[in-house]
């Protein structure tokens, strides 16, 4: 990885406007296009290459599949989906192989930490809404609902969007790795 200040900028704001623009499209659509994750694939691949050459390029595809790796066997259960594996693919391609494992392994912890409060959200959010609608007589909620039966069934049907995670994985890793201060000069 080339550690100059202009190279770092160069993979540091494409990379934080993909993952942003990806976490914040699969909490609303539960989606990651593919019109987003190809094109960024493609400019990690060139600019790692026209910032540090054959090695960069090298270095950039290893990157790939070290993000693609992380998150592949949670995907092979149906733990997550595959546009969160390549999108941590992406992320590895703009940060090379060292990058990718920070990424990687910031982003199991902050998907584990995300989990938890995506859990407790969808246990207490149920429980919230049966409240109000209680107390203020709201069109919400039936007060003659059970609480554990609202619980049960919101949250069978809910879906966790990862890529925040990935998003969250990826800022932890260009920080510790030093790229936001190389990149702001």
Request: include cysteine; proline fraction near 6%.
């Amino acid at each position: 990885m080339p550690i100059d200040q202009p190279s770092n900028a160069a993979i540091v704001l494409p990379l934080l406007f993909v993952v942003t623009l990806c976490a914040v499209t699969d909490v609303l659509t539960h989606r990651i296009p593919n019109l987003v994750i190809w094109p960024a694939l493609s400019l990690a691949l060139i600019f790692n290459s026209l910032l540090a050459g054959l090695p960069g390029l090298v270095d950039g595809i290893l990157g790939l599949a070290f993000g693609l790796a992380v998150l592949f066997p949670i995907y092979f259960v149906g733990g997550t989906s595959a546009g969160d594996v390549k999108l941590l693919g992406v992320v590895g391609a703009f940060l090379g192989a060292n990058g990718a494992l920070t990424a990687g392994v910031a982003t199991l912890f902050f998907g584990g930490l995300l989990g938890v409060l995506f859990i407790a959200w969808r246990v207490i959010e149920p429980i919230l809404t049966a409240h109000v609608a209680q107390w203020g007589r709201n069109a919400g909620a039936t007060a003659s609902q059970p609480i554990g039966a609202m619980t049960r069934d919101s949250s069978r049907n809910a879906r966790f969007p990862y890529a925040p995670a990935i998003a969250c994985g990826t800022y932890f890793s260009i920080w510790h790795l030093g790229y936001f201060s190389q990149a702001a000069g």
